[in-house]
């Protein structure tokens, strides 16, 4: 793929390939060791914003929870999961989760890798982190 024919959310890619296993780049707080990704301005745990430095969060986890959207917004080919993921790393993160809600369970062992999540008007792919089973 080219950056031609594909964008990426968000532009600023917070992941990173390495040896074909992806890792979201988050952050975590100096002060209290609150994790979390996408990283944030303020800590969520104490609240301060000073010291919130950049971790690399490896993306295996497990499912904690998901639904299958029948109506989306425009340019999410429907139907698709969506889910939250408890990473092994102590993040629960929002995304797409591969399959179909039949095929899915609470509770099972889930990576991110980067794939398309919603096609533009014009065609384009728009890139992002996604989960699926991990192999
Ligand atoms: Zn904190």
């Not at 430095?53 to 109506?71: M, Q």
């Not at 999961?81 to 408890?86: F, L």
Request: charged fraction near 25%.
């Amino acid at each position: 793929m080219s950056d031609q024919t594909v964008e990426y959310f968000p532009t600023t890619r917070p992941w990173r390939e390495k040896d074909g296993r992806l890792s979201l780049i988050g952050m975590t707080c100096a002060h209290c060791g609150t994790r979390a990704f996408p990283a944030r301005e303020v800590c969520s745990g104490c609240g301060r914003d000073d010291r919130l430095e950049e971790v690399e969060l490896d993306s295996a986890g497990t499912l904690y929870t998901f639904s299958e959207v029948h109506v989306g917004p425009k340019g999410f080919p429907t139907p698709y999961v969506i889910g939250y993921v408890d990473l092994d790393a102590g993040v629960r993160v929002l995304a797409q989760i591969n399959g179909t809600a039949a095929d899915l369970k609470v509770g099972e062992r889930v990576t991110a890798h980067v794939g398309p999540i919603r096609q533009r008007g014009d065609g384009t792919d728009v890139i992002s982190y996604r989960f699926g089973r991990s192999a």
